[in-house]
């Protein structure tokens, strides 16, 4: 059975950092691309980044570039998202999603979701 559970959410001060942890199990990374996606109150779902199974990274989100950095670890079948310089706007439950190959910064093109970790940035 193919799963995704986030961890790593939290409260944290603007400026502040935190990492976030993606652990996957039912399949491995090196065939899945994991994408996290972020979800402020009223707003859509939004990609962030994503990691192909050969480890290429994109970036989705311009509001997040130089701040954030997705990586993984295969041998614990786990991908990451760094978060530093962190604002008040970056609040949101972020969500881990995992599709066969490809990345995508679509809701739809993703097959797989975790529940989701919240990420609340203020003072």
């Known amino acids: 059975q193919l799963q995704l559970v986030e961890s790593g959410g939290g409260l944290v001060q603007p400026g502040g950092s935190l990492r976030l942890s993606c652990a996957a199990s039912?399949?491995?990374?090196?065939?899945?691309?994991i994408a996290w996606f972020r979800q402020a109150p009223g707003k859509e779902r939004e990609g962030v980044s994503c990691?192909?199974?050969?480890?290429?990274?994109?970036n989705y989100a311009d509001s997040v570039k130089g701040r954030f950095t997705i990586s993984r670890d295969t041998a614990k079948n786990t991908a990451y998202l760094q978060m530093n310089s962190l604002k008040p706007e970056d609040t949101a439950n972020y969500y881990c999603?995992?599709?066969?190959?490809?990345?995508?910064?679509?809701?739809?093109?993703?097959?797989?979701w975790g529940q989701g970790t919240l990420v609340t940035v203020s003072s």
């Open positions: 999603a995992a599709s066969y190959a490809y990345c995508s910064g679509d809701v739809g093109g993703m097959d797989y």
């Open positions: 039912g399949f491995t990374l090196f065939s899945h691309a």
């Open positions: 990691i192909r199974p050969d480890g290429v990274a994109t």
